[in-house]
């Protein structure tokens, strides 16, 4: 044995040594360094850096990292062409010469393209996903198998019509590598006749079914086409799950063509195609059982995983073959949506298209604004909110027929005559055309995406309520003194000056509402959100209720008898519902807000110092885009330190303003009877006032007399208004 370790000791010591790549120059030699490595990790401990005098943090975060395999995927290929994939029988043609094989090959293909498209509309790249298929990158070579033929043509004008509509919204730059089609091949010859081929393979295959049905195979209808495949007991199954893939890229096809026509004119016949859609899609996920049970191959294993209802791998997909078209730098290896959850997401893709396509194209600014909003709740995906943009925003105007001077003008309670004005190319009134526009677009974006931009676009309101009040003050001042007020211009003037202050202060608070729904603020923070949220609110108040007041002048004036006075007019005028709903809302945040207050003031809730930063630099990092725009006017960081300074649980009890927003709430009911979406959120509203009143009096009763006391917000009755949990430790 020792003779045998002296061996190869000395082999070792003869043995060539490896050359360095890199050889070594005047000043520089260059030396193994494992060893030393290895050693320095075994003695460091977690959370230790090795410093050097010529190596830092900093050295070290400007190294070129070498990661792991899986992040440079791009560069693993199993074939490094079309063409050498094809010539190793990637992608053969026929899929099998068994007929069985050859459909049950065929319908993987069909489930694992959904899944593919399903990822890549989840924002992935188009090349790693729909086009991981070689049949589509090779159109001529289908030809002969006229079922995948006709089904890879539908797919490829699928993707370029959803392409289209995400570009012409110009909500990709969310998904940046959404449109990016890369040299692509997505217009093959003759896909634009790809429904006149489907429509032909789905007649074949209906003969067959009608075949199948007749009774044995030896009675089969003279005109019946061959048999796809040898079992004649499996025959009909097989064309039914061949018939509802066909049908639902079809009717799916037909839905982004009708939704794409100009002024909603397509709506109505979507739907109908929508609702064949979800037809279909039921009977695909119902012939998952039968594939499954009569595949051969099949993996059981993590079938729920598998991107095909058989479960078996599909033919002709290789994700690695497209790397050198993906991106500039190496693609990072993406797992695709398992076929369960691509039929699932079309289900919901097609219900939150549903919903567009009812909509009612309501003219009113108000109605569409709100429409939006209800919609984002659903948290619908970029296809999706792009064909929303579409509809709302097209050639310059609302749903591509409305002039947003007309729209504008109706929004802010003006006569139908206004709309007509002479002065409606006036600069500043094409600039707030412009930024309702925008105002739009932002809407339809996600929610992240929302909220910044939402924060830029202030200024830009702000920027125009000012532009638009000099204008106001200059060019009016003469007609004020000379004509009493009684100019048309001015009175339009004033109305939309109003309405843009309104919008402002409406986008402030979507903009802090939509704060909650990111997870943003922490719970030390709720107090200044819920203290700001009351103040842009009371000023949201302010410009509703005076916008109702002079409509309602306006709308008065025109029929009253002469000698009638001013407050003749407005002794009918009435609390508008829109008002006292908000007022609910003011109730619910300042009770919050002083809630949340009393507990810091009276140590009941202990916030620990932030070792990072102040309070003062969380408000304004929080506000800090509200606090450019002027919004409110004299808000700072002293205004919430001196409002909340004072808070006493006792104080709060005495002026329960959870109470007040209950009794408001219960009043305004009535005002909306027939809108459901208002009375939920009533409902919610006093759901949490209740709950906060109970939760207030008990902290009262033994909040200072028992310290085990823990109290805590949940939303869970309320997206943004939290809910007080007592309970003791």
Request: a neutral charge; charged letters at 25%.
């Amino acid at each position: 044995m020792a003779d045998k370790e002296a061996e190869e000791r000395t082999v070792g010591a003869h043995a060539p040594q490896m050359a360095s790549p890199i050889p070594s120059g005047e000043h520089t030699v260059w030396a193994d360094v494992s060893p030393l490595l290895e050693a320095a990790c075994g003695d460091l401990q977690d959370g230790e850096l090795i410093h050097g005098e010529n190596f830092n943090l900093f050295s070290a975060m400007s190294a070129l990292e070498i990661m792991d395999p899986k992040m440079d995927s791009g560069m693993i290929c199993k074939y490094y062409s079309v063409d050498e994939a094809i010539e190793n029988g990637a992608a053969p043609i026929p899929l099998s010469f068994d007929g069985t094989v050859d459909v049950q090959c065929t319908i993987d293909i069909m489930d694992h393209l959904l899944s593919c498209e399903a990822t890549w509309h989840k924002g992935h790249s188009l090349a790693q996903t729909v086009f991981s298929c070689i049949y589509l990158l090779r159109p001529d070579r289908t030809s002969s198998h006229a079922l995948l033929h006709s089904y890879c043509s539908v797919i490829r004008a699928t993707c370029k019509a959803v392409i289209a509509v995400v570009s012409d919204a110009r909500t990709h730059e969310e998904e940046d590598l959404f449109i990016m089609a890369y040299g692509l091949p997505l217009s093959g010859d003759g896909d634009e006749k790809c429904l006149s081929m489907l429509n032909a393979v789905e007649e074949t295959i209906c003969r067959q079914l009608r075949a199948c049905k007749s009774s044995l195979p030896k009675s089969r209808a003279p005109e019946a086409a061959e048999p796809f495949q040898s079992n004649f007991d499996l025959e009909e199954d097989y064309c039914r799950a061949l018939l509802c893939r066909l049908r639902f890229r079809k009717h799916f096809y037909h839905v982004l063509t009708c939704m794409r026509r100009p002024q909603g004119r397509g709506l109505e016949l979507a739907r109908k195609h929508i609702a064949s859609c979800l037809l279909e899609l039921d009977l695909i996920r119902n012939s998952s059982t039968f594939l499954s049970n009569n595949s051969f191959g099949m993996n059981k294993d993590g079938l729920e995983d598998m991107t095909t209802a058989s479960g078996r791998q599909p033919l002709g997909f290789d994700s690695s073959l497209n790397c050198r078209l993906s991106a500039p730098t190496p693609p990072r290896a993406i797992k695709l949506l398992s076929w369960k959850k691509a039929v699932d997401y079309f289900v919901k893709l097609l219900h939150d298209l549903d919903n567009i396509c009812s909509y009612s194209l309501d003219p009113l600014l108000e109605g569409v604004f709100r429409f939006v909003v209800q919609f984002q709740k659903t948290q619908p995906d970029l296809v999706a909110r792009s064909l929303l943009q579409f509809l709302l925003v097209q050639d310059g105007k609302l749903y591509g027929r409305d002039p947003l001077y007309a729209v504008i003008t109706k929004a802010a309670g003006l006569p139908e005559s206004a709309k007509n004005h002479e002065n409606q190319k006036n600069q500043y009134i094409v600039q707030l055309g412009q930024l309702v526009i925008n105002l739009l677009k932002v809407l339809c974006t996600n929610s992240a995406w929302q909220r910044r931009k939402l924060g830029k676009i202030l200024q830009d309101w702000r920027v125009i309520y000012m532009q638009m009040e000099m204008a106001f003050k200059r060019d009016f001042s003469e007609i004020l003194s000379i004509s009493n007020g009684e100019n048309a211009w001015m009175k339009i003037f004033q109305h939309i000056l109003i309405w843009v202050e309104e919008q402002t202060y409406w986008i402030s608070t979507r903009f802090l509402v939509l704060g909650f729904e990111l997870e943003l603020y922490s719970p030390s923070q709720y107090c200044m959100v819920y203290w700001y949220l009351s103040v842009v609110l009371i000023k949201l108040v302010e410009k509703i209720h005076l916008r109702a007041l002079m409509s309602n002048e306006t709308g008065k004036r025109k029929g009253k008898k002469k000698g009638a006075s001013s407050k003749d007019i407005g002794k009918d005028f009435r609390i508008p519902p829109a008002v006292s709903f908000l007022q609910c809302q003011i109730c619910l945040a300042e009770g919050l807000l002083m809630m949340l207050a009393a507990l810091r003031n009276e140590h009941i809730i202990v916030q620990s110092p932030s070792p990072f930063n102040s309070e003062y630099e969380r408000f304004f990092q929080h506000f800090e885009l509200l606090q450019k725009a002027c919004i409110p006017d004299n808000i700072t960081f002293d205004s919430y330190e001196q409002s909340t300074r004072l808070a006493r649980i006792s104080n709060l009890v005495t002026y329960n303003c959870f109470k007040d927003a209950q009794k408001i709430a219960k009043e305004v009911k009535s005002s909306f009877s027939n809108d459901p979406e208002k009375l939920a959120e009533l409902r919610r509203i006093e759901l949490v006032a209740e709950h906060n009143s109970v939760a207030l009096n008990l902290i009262h009763k033994v909040g200072a007399l028992d310290p085990s006391l823990k109290i805590s917000f949940e939303f869970n009755h309320h997206p943004y208004f939290g809910t007080a949990l007592v309970k003791r430790s």
